[in-house]
Nanobody
Framework: QVQLVESGGGLVQPGGSLRLSCAAS????????MGWYRQAPGKQRELVAV???????NYADFVKGRFTISRDNAKNTVYLQMNSLKFEDTAVYYC?????????WGQGTQVTVSS
């Protein structure tokens, strides 16, 4: 059974930082492209960042320079370090794992940026 379990969300003030984690089980983690997506109320889910099995990364323009995605294959975990958070970063953040043939989602973790 495949599970992606996100953690690390919460309430943070503008300019603050959070680190999200996504622990995967039931997949051969090292061969999957891992990603973080987010969905704000009333909006479509959007890509935040992805990291390939060979550690190539890609970021949405709105997080470049502020967010960093990384992975630890020994722990089957992908991380999203979020710095300089803004009000507009408020959303549910979802972990994703995919290959050419498989696509899995976590249940999401809420990130709220508020003063």
């Amino acid at each position: 059974q495949v599970q992606l379990v996100e953690s690390g969300g919460g309430l943070v003030q503008p300019g603050g930082s959070l680190r999200l984690s996504c622990a995967a089980s039931g997949i051969m983690f090292s061969i999957y492209t891992m990603g973080w997506y987010r969905q704000a109320p009333g909006k479509q889910r959007e890509l935040v960042a992805v990291i390939t099995p060979d550690d190539r990364t890609n970021y949405a323009d709105f997080v470049k320079g502020r967010f960093t995605i990384s992975r630890d294959n020994a722990k089957n975990t992908v991380y999203l370090q979020m710095n300089s958070l803004k009000f507009e970063d408020t959303a549910v953040y979802y972990c994703n794992s995919k290959t050419n043939f498989r696509n899995y989602w976590g249940q999401g973790t809420q990130v709220t940026v508020s003063s």
